[in-house]
């Protein structure tokens, strides 16, 4: 299979970016999307060009970090995956593949299609950690959990941290990440003790990091890796308020 890639170049964060076009031929329908820019690089190198700057690590749909906006759409063309999970086959022979960064205020360029994804760790360190102690592995397992909220608190947590629901949302928010965060112990014993602290202090700092409003439009869901259910906005709305109550 042959690709014309527009990939956007950046050399820092205060030049300013262009797109660029590339050829790449000759790749296996069985490749992966970041195998393909492997090659990409691999064929830049050999040309005495600059390669392209791409976030990567496990390549297994578990870290988050292949954070890519292919064709306008966040990590590619299939529901449930991640950037690489994405394999060319996925793609028209011939086609001109569009890549660009996550377009978010709240995620910076470095360079090329690397962002600063920072805030997201931000906003976990103002949630903070559970104080309850558990003691040892059986002494915790014998804290009785309903299945259904076991399961429930286990999607969310399900979150890697992509960034995709911020960069799709016309808004720029966080409110998918940080409903799923909130949620994931909201739904546990462990999680209640600090609950109301945990929802107002990663709200707060969601808004001082400059990300917008939800006005629930779903695309946040629909663009999920991970699938995560606007469903658990619902719940950090009633956490937040119901802390607000208590102040």
Known sequence: MNFTLKIWRQKDAKSKGAFES???????????????LDILNNNLIHEGKEP???DHDCREG????????????????????TTC??????FRDGATITIEPWRSAAFPVIKDLV???????????????????????PDANAIPIPQ??????????????????????KNGSAMLFV???????????????????RAKAMVAKMDELGFGNCTNTGACQAECPKQISIAHIARLNREFLSAKFED
């Open 22 to 36: 590339y050829k790449v031929e000759n790749i296996s329908a069985d490749t992966s999307f970041l195998e393909m």
């Open 52 to 54: 392209v700057a791409f």
């Open 62 to 81: 578990i870290c988050g970090m292949c954070s890519l906006h292919i064709d306008g759409q966040a990590h590619g063309p299939s529901q449930g995956a």
């Open 85 to 90: 999970q994405i394999y060319m086959r996925k």
């Open 115 to 137: 962002v600063n994804r920072s805030a997201y760790d931000q906003i976990l360190q103002a949630g903070g950690f559970i104080s309850v102690r558990t003691n040892s592995v």
């Open 148 to 169: 259904a909220d076991a399961e429930e608190s286990m999607d969310a947590a399900a979150c890697v941290g992509c960034g995709a629901c911020a960069a799709t949302c």
């Open 179 to 197: 409903a799923a965060r909130v949620s994931s112990l909201a739904k546990l014993p462990q999680g209640r003790v600090e609950g109301a602290r």
